[in-house]
């Protein structure tokens, strides 16, 4: 379903809903997770290992959900799941426009939680395939426009070859007829 190699970042304070979350995403699609307890925690691992998704909880003790959302968004582009206990509709309404893919109030069905995880690291995936393409399309556009360049001065190089030989060819036919001319005389 999804691939392996797809990383999670689980930012939940409470050391039991962190379990019950590992094991549940584990189950279903064998993530790698990174746990931490706070925004500052998330951030800092974030910045030097990027995930493909962030399961955030909106209260935590440092920051709240929209400021761990808005600085992971300048981050990159990963897709945010926040989940709150008591969030208000502007709170859900500001995160979506953050960029937060789903804010779930608690409590949730797990099933909700794992849908929503398992379409974002699909969608991402996808991403990541629709850019490595997009950068192996740049690559072979740029080898071949320099190679049409190379082409091109190659091809330069031969006609300017073949106008000075045709240069030198009509000099020395123009000498030999005036040679001829001369010898004529």
């Known amino acids: 379903m999804t691939d392996q190699s797809q990383k999670v970042l689980l930012v939940e304070p409470d050391a039991v809903l962190l379990e019950m979350f590992v094991e549940t995403l584990s189950r279903r699609f064998n993530p790698h997770i990174t746990c931490v307890v706070d925004g500052a925690s998330c951030l800092d691992v974030e910045m030097v290992d990027p995930h493909d998704l962030v399961i955030a909880e909106f209260d935590l003790a440092d920051s709240d959900g929209l400021t761990l959302s808005e600085r992971l968004t300048a981050l990159s582009d990963r897709p945010i799941i926040l989940l709150a206990d008591n969030a208000t509709r502007d709170d859900a309404a500001e995160a979506m426009r953050m960029g937060v893919r789903d804010l779930l109030f608690k409590p949730f069905p797990m099933e909700q939680l794992l849908d929503t995880a398992e379409r974002l690291l ?64």
Do not use: F, P
């Open 122 to 185: 699909r969608e991402r995936a996808l991403q990541r395939r629709r850019s490595a393409k997009y950068c192996r399309m740049r690559q072979l556009v740029r080898r071949v426009v320099s190679e049409r360049r190379d082409l091109n001065r190659r091809v330069e190089l031969v006609c300017r070859d073949l106008v000075g030989a045709q240069r030198r060819l009509v000099h020395r036919v123009l000498a030999i007829e005036q040679r001829a001319t001369h010898q004529s005389n």
